[in-house]
């Protein structure tokens, strides 16, 4: 079947119907959440109590709203600065392992290449426990030696970025390499006859062909950090990350508060992915993370 | 890939080995710090017996203990088993979209169903069976739309069963499963398909002899990220399945968590590892394909 071949009105039409419930069914959980943030009600549910902005801006008991939730507003903190630090470290490694793969011949190198791939088909849940035993035995180690504690090794920010990192790098890698490939030697090579050192023509040359794929990758990166839970849940501390406060709630029923975060959530990750995807738009084919 | 042999090998010697040890250094740091040490360690962890208070033994009783144990082995079967089969529906579920989008489609429809596809999965894992939460629960709104129908008498519990379970695993996994298999069915050139009509071929031969073989890469990309997905899976079988979810991950969690039993917890999550590369594996020989000509696109 394609579109320049005649179809029957029926199986047209059938299909129609497939692609249309497809859509429905992506949207309705999440308009049903973005309009229960609205709701005047104690509990995210039916009835329908009438339109009230308290789940976004009230200040009294019960009615706290997002900007007045102190362990709301500190999740979102933490997910941010973890986010941050994720995405600047996954960028940076992303890009040296991509000219890595791209650019040079080496001993082993396919098998580099799947030790590379490795964290995608690894679940999430084990890499956290993985980076969670190994940092302990380090500090336990250090501690038994010389009597240091060292708390940036237990539970915590640091290791939840290390936890994050290890595989959205993965996907950064990806990302830049596909980019990287594309790219003309020959304008390195004409930079290098118009007397240009590497590091030059790596950043005159190379490094703006390559910005679209980085920035791109940079924004999946972001969003993936920001709404991962498997790797996180397992390397928090005391500093919980927003996904990891809503959960607790989640589980124990809270108030309409918990669809207001949602819709920041939708807003925020939707304009984050439409930029990273402008961005990428030149480029004529998208890897969506 | 390779070097161009236009590079005079001599006088960019030395230059060529500081810029591959540049390069190096991160991508070993990232994959032995993070992601080799660990998991052996993980191992060493798992084959640790505890004989008293931080005193331990080396032996394979944490693996004796799960094996033995007909409860965990069950929940890692019947985890096995719903990811193999949401990854089934998934792939149904998706493939008619996706060969919609690359092949039917045109224009700015294209662009705005593509979009449609990409947004809700932007949104956290969270958000989303919250949403599900929401409509499915005993006060949510499906119960109360089928008693304001006069469907039912009074309230319905729809949460907290595999169906339901099935529904967000196969929702959350969507995405994963459209983005590649529209990449590899738009790479299938229109006129091999016609060539299968003027052949005289119907939509199901040529479905199977043409499309399918053709895409290949694309569901088994799609096929392993949903698996893995699912597999590794904690909040959606939590939130929608309840206790009565048994899903694995839940029982490392506990084990790690709430008993504190790391030993038996990396036993546990070794198990799944085992289970889940072998099964990875026995999929890509059974298609032919390869981890890197498959997600290493």
Redesign the interface.
């Known amino acids: 079947m394609l579109r320049t071949l005649p179809r029957s009105p029926f199986v047209d039409a059938a299909y129609k119907a497939y692609v249309g419930l497809f859509l429905i069914y992506l949207a309705v959980p999440l308009v049903v959440v973005a309009v229960f943030a609205f709701n005047d009600s104690l509990f995210p549910a039916l009835p329908w109590k009438g339109f009230t902005l308290d789940w976004f801006i009230g200040t009294t008991e019960p009615r706290i709203g997002l900007l007045h939730d102190r362990n709301i507003l500190r999740g979102i903190g933490n997910s941010v600065l973890v986010a941050l630090a994720t995405t600047a470290v996954s960028i940076l490694v992303g890009t040296t392992t991509a000219f890595l793969f791209e650019r040079h011949d080496f001993p082993f190198k396919s098998f580099a290449y799947l030790m590379m791939l490795a964290p995608l088909v690894i679940p999430g849940v084990i890499l956290g426990i993985s980076i969670l035993a190994f940092s302990s035995t380090v500090a336990n180690a250090l501690d038994d030696r010389f009597g240091w504690e060292v708390a940036a090794l237990r539970p915590g920010l640091l290791l939840v970025v290390l936890g994050q990192f290890s595989f959205i790098a993965t996907i950064a890698t990806l990302v830049i390499a596909a980019r990287l490939r594309k790219f003309d030697r020959a304008l390195e090579e004409a930079a290098f006859d118009l007397g240009a050192t590497p590091a030059a023509a790596f950043l005159t040359v190379t490094l703006p062909y390559l910005a679209p794929a980085v920035i791109g990758a940079g924004l999946v990166a972001f969003l993936i950090s920001f709404e991962n839970f498997n790797t996180t849940l397992m390397l928090v501390g005391s500093d919980p990350p927003l996904t990891i406060t809503m959960f607790d709630r989640m589980k124990q029923g809270s108030t309409p508060v918990l669809n207001a975060v949602s819709l920041f959530l939708m807003v925020g990750s939707g304009l984050i992915g439409l930029i990273s995807v402008m961005v990428q738009r030149d480029r004529g084919e998208g890897r969506a993370g | 890939?390779?070097?161009?042999a236009?590079i005079p090998v001599d006088p960019r010697r030395d230059?060529?080995r500081l810029?591959?040890l540049?390069?190096?250094?991160?991508?070993v740091l990232?994959?032995l710090l993070?992601?080799?040490?660990?998991?052996v360690?993980?191992l060493l962890?798992s084959l640790h017996e505890k004989v008293a208070p931080r005193v331990f033994s080396t032996g394979i009783r944490n693996y004796v203990e799960f094996f033995g144990e007909p409860v965990y082995v069950q929940a890692l079967i019947r985890t096995v088993a719903m990811s193999l089969l949401a990854t089934a529906l998934t792939l149904v579920?998706a493939f008619?979209?996706a060969y919609?989008i690359a092949?039917?489609a045109?224009g700015r429809g294209r662009t705005a169903?593509f979009?449609?596809?990409?947004?809700?999965?932007?949104?956290?894992?969270?958000?989303?069976v919250?949403?599900?939460?929401?409509?499915l629960?005993e006060?949510?709104?499906l119960s109360?739309l089928l008693i304001w129908a006069g469907i039912i008498s009074g309230p319905v519990e729809f949460l907290y069963n595999d169906v339901v379970v099935m529904i967000g695993l196969v929702?959350t996994s969507?995405?994963f499963m459209v983005?590649p298999l529209i990449?590899a069915l738009?790479s299938l050139d229109?006129s091999l398909?016609?060539a299968g009509?003027d052949l005289g071929g119907n939509?199901g031969s040529i479905l199977r002899e043409v499309v399918v073989p053709h895409a290949m890469p694309g569901i088994v990309a799609g096929s392993?990220?949903v698996f893995?997905l699912t597999?590794?899976?904690?909040?959606t079988p939590t939130?929608l399945g309840g206790k009565s979810s048994q899903w694995f991950?839940a029982q490392?969690?506990t084990q790690?968590?709430t008993r504190f039993n790391?030993e038996v917890?990396?036993a546990f999550?070794f198990v799944?590892?085992a289970t889940?590369?072998l099964i990875?594996w026995i999929g890509l020989r059974l298609t032919g394909q390869s981890?890197?000509s498959t997600?290493?696109?």
């Open positions: 890939m390779s070097a161009p236009s230059g060529r810029a591959l540049l390069v190096a250094t991160p991508f990232w994959i993070i992601v080799v040490i660990p998991h360690d993980l962890i579920i008619p979209m919609y092949k039917l045109r169903l979009m449609a596809c990409l947004l809700p999965f932007w949104v956290s894992e969270l958000v989303r919250f949403g599900w939460m929401m409509i629960r006060t949510g709104l109360n929702y969507l995405l983005v990449s738009d229109d398909i016609e009509y939509a392993i990220v893995m597999l590794g899976n904690y909040l939130l991950t490392i969690y790690f968590i790391w917890g990396s999550g799944l590892l889940s590369s990875v981890l890197s997600l290493g696109r």
